[in-house]
């Protein structure tokens, strides 16, 4: 298994994935809290755009709400705690669970009639925007006045809990994004990432070769709404409160794409440049300008602007692809 | 020779346009057979029938001795019909490699294994040297060879080829008629091909069927159906042979 996941991988594109883990692990110890701040942030947006990147970059089908897997999988988990004291990683599968099913039903209703493109968007949208309305009227997880999860001043990280210092979320976080790039990277080179790709490029010409293109969307969306939804889990311990206005609004789902967009669609580092260029510049930037006494608020909004029209002008196909020729880290070189 | 593809009565609608009208044949196995016709005489459609991309109106499609009208393109596919198409359809932000691997992974779910088979059948259609360039940057003469190396991945029974010659040069053209002859004798390949290029369909169909205006109006050995009447008229006379 492991052999075959590193197959084909060229041996500094090991070497340099195995620089930055080694950097980020030891990063604690370097950062301070505000930088460890910037990281999670970072590394939370490369987890989500991965996630996302599964659904749109691999297999083409471009999703406008993913808001709603990781506002399912904090309002489970947020709700389990809260309510009956159940850890995040207990209540954990549950959410995952909720939201394959919610990608499923999407999944479902867009593929076996035929719905793609905007239209598929349009869905998506329509969903994450109806579970907003829903959660503003159930009770029991605070409606619209939001889910509150009991804070202290922690001296000790109970990891069982997630209930800690920043430290702690940042190597939570960082697991999850590791891992989530290793399965990115597994199921880009099997069978499924083939079709995958197939589908995303050329429907009718994947249908030809023999490809049940309903079942392999249909899977995409299930893994993606699946690997959303640790997101969800963990945007809801780390910020301990949650409100249906902010976890399902749509900028969310924006702000998810983002990242890959500029990073590079459908790549495995994409999503990872694509947060690392638009969250740590921007937060940076944002510092600078309070820095300098400059305090303004829409800052942020006009650089991720900046950032898109300069990318989509400049680098359609994201930063990541002549990066990764630059590195000469491609498997396939279309000169030779 | 037994029958491999027997199409009976078949007809397909547009909104009022007959596109293809009470059509029926017989492809016998390890036949070359030529559906010739022109431009609008419904070609593509009898072949988007056969594949799946429509259900016909009337009429039915046997393959192997089981009924194949109506099942999905991948379901016929996965029976054993293989096809490329007219308007060539290659997934183009993928190496030529991969492109045929998709095929591949069809009856070879591993991936190295696929790769390995897209490597023998990319050798056969002279495509091996650029299996690493992008599907998108090919020449038309080779995206046109793509297009038969992914249909041939799948290990089709039958390959349906729609005018794999059109567009190409004559030096072009003789080198897939030699592919096309190669794959009928040494890999026992049934075909059944669409083309216009009168000269390539003289040389190498075993059998020729005629099309107009979706209807069929004559069947036969190709000196045979370039010699009747109706065929010269609807057809040869505006082309000339
Ligand atoms: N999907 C379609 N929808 C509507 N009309 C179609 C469609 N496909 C083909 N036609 C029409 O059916 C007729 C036959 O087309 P086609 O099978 O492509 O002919 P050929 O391949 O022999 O040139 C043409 O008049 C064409 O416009
Ligand atoms: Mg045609």
């Known amino acids: ?336 | 020779m037994p029958a491999l593809l027997e199409v009976t009565g078949i007809s397909k609608n547009f909104s009022g346009l007959r596109a293809v009208a009470d059509v029926s044949f017989t492809v016998p196995e390890s036949a070359i057979f030529a559906v010739i016709g022109p431009n609008g005489a419904g070609k593509t459609t009898l072949f988007n029938l056969i594949a799946g991309v429509f259900a016909p109106n009337t009429g039915a499609i046997t393959f192997c001795g089981d009924r194949i009208d109506g099942l999905r393109p991948d379901e016929v596919c996965r029976r054993g019909v293989g096809r490329t198409f007219q308007i060539v359809r290659p997934f183009p932000g993928l190496s030529v490699e991969d492109n045929v691997t998709v095929g591949a992974l069809l009856r070879h779910p591993d991936p190295a294994a696929a790769m390995r088979r897209a490597h023998d059948i990319l050798g056969r259609l002279d495509l091996f040297d650029k299996r690493r360039h992008l599907a998108g940057a090919l020449t038309l003469p080779d995206r046109k060879r793509l297009e038969v190396a992914r249909a041939l991945a799948t290990e089709p029974k039958l390959l349906l080829l729609d005018e794999v010659m059109a567009g190409l040069r004559p030096t072009e053209t003789d080198r897939m008629v030699e592919i096309i002859r190669k794959l009928n004798t040494e890999a026992g390949l049934t075909i059944l091909l669409i083309e216009h290029v009168m000269r390539a369909v003289m040389s190498v169909a075993t059998r020729v069927l005629v099309l107009h205006h979706g209807a069929a109006i004559a069947e036969g050995a190709p000196e045979a159906v370039v010699r009747e009447p109706a065929v010269i008229e609807s057809y040869l006379g505006v082309e000339a042979v």
């Open chain 1, 1 to 336: 298994m492991i052999a075959r996941l590193l197959h084909g991988v060229p041996r500094h594109a090991f070497a340099l994935l195995a620089a930055v883990l080694a950097v980020l692990v030891a990063a604690p110890v370097f950062a301070n809290d505000y930088v460890l701040t910037i990281l999670i942030l970072i590394l939370y947006s490369a987890y989500a755009g991965q996630a996302w990147n599964i659904l749109m970059g691999f297999a083409g089908q471009l999703s406008l709400g993913h808001a709603l897997y990781v506002g399912l999988g904090a309002y489970v988990t947020a709700a389990l705690y809260v309510h009956f004291g159940i850890g995040p990683w207990v209540g954990m599968p549950l959410a995952i669970l909720i939201s394959v099913a919610c990608g499923a039903i999407i999944g479902f209703l867009a593929f076996r009639f035929g719905v793609g493109g905007v239209y598929f968007a349009i869905l998506t949208i329509a969903f994450s925007e109806f579970t907003r309305i829903g959660f503003d009227h159930i009770d029991w997880v605070g409606g619209s006045s939001g889910l509150f999860l009991p804070v202290a001043n922690y001296t000790r990280n109970d990891i069982l809990l997630l209930r800690g210092q920043p430290v702690m979320f940042y190597y939570v976080i960082l697991a999850l994004t590791a891992v989530a790039f290793v399965i990115c990277h597994g199921l880009l080179r099997s069978r499924v990432g083939y079709y995958w790709q197939a589908i995303r490029e050329d429907e009718p010409a994947a249908r030809a070769l023999g490809i049940n293109t309903f079942r392999y969307k249909m899977i995409a969306i299930v893994i993606s709404a699946g690997m959303t939804a640790p997101a969800g889990v963990f945007y809801a311990f780390y910020y301990n409160n949650l409100f249906p206005e902010q976890t399902f609004f749509i900028l969310r789902s924006i702000e998810i794409m983002l990242g890959p967009v500029i990073g590079g669609v459908g790549t495995l580092f994409g999503p990872v440049i694509g947060a690392f260029l638009l969250t740590g510049l921007s937060e940076a930037l944002q510092e600078l300008l309070t820095h300098v006494g400059l305090e303004t608020p829409g800052a942020k909004r006009v650089f991720y602007g900046v950032c898109l029209l300069l990318v989509v002008m400049i680098l359609p196909n994201g930063i990541w692809p002549p990066i990764a020729r630059l590195l000469r880290l491609e498997r396939r070189d279309p000169e030779t």
